[in-house]
């Protein structure tokens, strides 16, 4: 499509006058989003979908860093559970009991109680 052909000239101004003018009709600045095509509800929605695609990358941020912080449940092995032996073994390596509460209490978890 030709451009309209305008005098150059001391009342039209410049060659990028002619330019501008053909480039600024109403259905062109319709196209484009000039005039004010947006409205208030287009800012409001631009302003809110904004603060939720920051608020997504700042989250998606927070949870990577956690996730590469923290240790995986899945890599450690579990301990066994700790049996009542043990826990009087350990009382016993502790000193909290002597020789004979300790042989007396694990007969009994044996079931054999003692003298």
Not at 86 to 114: K, T
């Amino acid at each position: 499509m030709a451009l309209p052909r305008t005098p150059v000239g001391p009342e039209t101004g410049t060659e990028s006058g002619r330019l501008a003018s053909a480039f600024m009709g109403p259905e062109v600045a319709e196209v484009y989003g000039w005039n004010d095509g947006m409205g208030l509800w287009g800012y409001v929605l631009m302003s809110i979908s904004m603060v939720v695609v920051w608020g997504a990358i700042i989250t998606g941020i927070v949870l990577l860093a956690r996730s590469l912080r923290a240790p995986s449940p899945y890599g450690a092995h579990p301990q066994p559970p700790r049996t009542a032996e043990d826990v009087l073994a350990e009382r016993f390596a502790r000193g909290e009991i002597d020789a004979a509460e300790y042989q007396n209490r694990l007969a009994v978890l044996r079931g054999h109680p003692g003298p």
